[in-house]
């Protein structure tokens, strides 16, 4: 199948560099002319994959805001993944999705209506799924293609003890509690040093089921 591809493009190469040669010269290549153009439209055949890699290939780190909620715990989690190649004509070329091979982020909390910010920039704590126990975390992880869930964020959590949401500290920094009230979580995400911002509005309240995400 891919070998058809590369014929079919192949030709259609060869077909649009005849035309621009008949557009430019007014007539049609001679012999020697012709050679020329087969081998443009050959080398230009065999290099689209590798340019198509460079460009569709890339890691895309996609996120999604979700409320983890078990027994009575309760936390406001963003879900990170590298989502694997899904169109067919680039699976057929040999496009693959690339692993992230150095994921950072960070996270700012301010309240919602007057924009105090009430949690500086701190490092986020990045949970994996390959790790066994729920306490593992790290400030760093690489992020391979995968369909499912890789990586998640917590943003805050519910202190059943305080009956308060908590946002977790990190190397820097100690927990902070949170009032009753509606706040904005900014995140920006290092993909292989490459920054992207993403940020969800989310309410606090006076019980856990109360701490939940706005809509988008």
């Known amino acids: 199948m891919r070998k058809a591809l590369v014929v079919v493009i192949v030709v259609v190469v060869l077909a649009i560099v005849c035309l621009a040669f008949i557009g430019i010269f007014g007539r049609f290549p001679d012999e020697w002319e ?3 153009i087969v081998f443009v439209g050959v080398g230009i055949a065999l290099t689209t994959p590798g340019v198509l890699q460079m460009f569709l290939g890339r890691a895309c780190v996609e996120t999604e ?6 027994a009575h715990e ?4 963003v879900f990170l993944k590298n989502p ?3 169109n067919g004509i680039l699976k057929v070329l040999g496009i693959k999705r690339e692993p992230v091979q150095s994921l950072t982020a960070e996270v700012r909390i301010s309240e ?8 500086p920039i701190r490092h986020a704590r990045l949970f994996t799924d390959e790790e066994t126990s729920p306490d593992k975390w790290f400030n760093r992880i690489a992020l391979p293609p995968t369909y499912s869930v890789a990586a998640s964020i917590m943003v805050a959590m519910w202190d059943n003890g305080r009956k308060q949401a908590i946002i977790l500290g990190d190397i820097l ?3 902070l509690f949170l009032n009753e009230g509606y706040y904005y979580a ?3 995400i290092f993909v292989d040093g490459e920054p992207t911002e993403v940020s969800r509005q989310f309410a606090v309240g006076r019980t856990a089921d ?3 995400w706005a809509k988008p």
Do not use: H
């Open 112 to 119: 919602f209506g007057s924009k105090k910010i009430v949690a």
């Open 34 to 36: 012709w050679v020329a």
């Open 65 to 70: 805001f979700e409320v983890s909620a078990r």
């Open 186 to 188: 900014q995140l920006l």
């Open 84 to 86: 694997p190649i899904e």
């Open 210 to 212: 109360e701490l939940i």
């Open 173 to 175: 920094r100690q927990p």
């Open 74 to 77: 309760r936390s406001l989690v």
